[in-house]
């Protein structure tokens, strides 16, 4: 089997494989053009960039047609080729978790054979996707994780220590609750498998915010299927502001003790 390069370049033919990335946007005007050029700069055929924004009252939905539009105009006309970049615009904003779930089965529905979630606000690094899907590829993992919390992760300096520090404990309590071995359980930037998706059925999760990010994990894991952990750098966002908010917080505590008392008898390995 090929194994990607030490640059992180993949072999030809990995590269041409249906790869959507779903990047949810709320209020994200100021950080999506940059974004979503890192992303389409990657120099992988097969890749689409689906936004999927939740009516941003900055105009960001709009921002994004407008992207998708120019980007799409620069690919050449080749039967059957998926556009570079599309938009799925969803009538108000109802929780991170459920515009994933929303673009991830528009990913599948349109044929993607892998799924990365990713964030708009640049904390995600884009240089990165090429080795999740490589990874994903060279070890037969039903999921990978970018993960800050094994060897070579990290935070941006920027972070205070008392958000590192809530960080480390949400990701130890879910572990703990669910019996995981997964480090960084609670991190937004995976890649799946559509077999994996399917199986798990995203139809069917419960989770609204970001605790999408720790119910997905667990059930793929009680489904059977394998997640790897490769390092990245978290940064801190320039642009925007934080979606996160006491009711998430509340869910994100919440949610693990549901999935520990509805799958007794089992873990997440």
Do not use: C
């Amino acid at each position: 089997m090929p194994q990607p390069s030490a640059t992180g370049q993949l072999p030809q033919e990995w590269g041409t494989l249906p790869l959507t990335v779903v990047m949810p946007t709320y209020n994200e005007a100021d950080s999506l053009p940059r974004t979503a050029e890192a992303v389409l700069a990657l120099g992988l055929p097969g890749l689409q960039l689906k936004v999927v924004d939740d009516a941003s009252p900055d105009g960001t939905g709009r921002l994004a047609d407008e992207l998708a539009a120019g980007y799409n105009a620069d690919r050449p006309e080749e039967a059957g080729a998926r556009p570079r970049m599309t938009v799925l615009h969803r009538t108000g904003k109802d929780g991170l978790g459920r515009a994933y779930a929303a673009g991830m089965l528009a990913a599948l529905d349109e044929g993607a054979e892998y799924v990365v979630q990713m964030d708009a606000d640049g904390s995600h690094p884009p240089h990165v996707v090429p080795q999740l899907l490589g990874t994903a590829l060279a070890t037969g993992a039903g999921f990978v994780v970018g993960s800050r919390y094994v060897d070579g992760g990290s935070l941006d300096e920027d972070w205070g220590v008392h958000r590192k520090a809530l960080s480390r404990f949400a990701n130890q309590y879910a572990r703990t609750i669910l019996d995981t071995r997964i480090r960084d359980i609670t991190a937004g930037f995976n890649l799946w498998r559509a077999r994996t998706l399917r199986a798990v059925d995203l139809t069917t999760l419960g989770s609204a915010g970001y605790s999408f990010q720790v119910e997905l994990k667990f059930l793929a894991m009680r489904r059977g299927f394998s997640g790897v952990e490769i390092p990245i750098r978290f940064e801190e966002r320039t642009d925007g502001v934080s979606k996160m908010n006491l009711a998430t917080q509340i869910e994100s505590a919440l949610v693990p003790l549901r999935l520990r008392l509805r799958h007794r008898g089992g873990s997440g390995r």
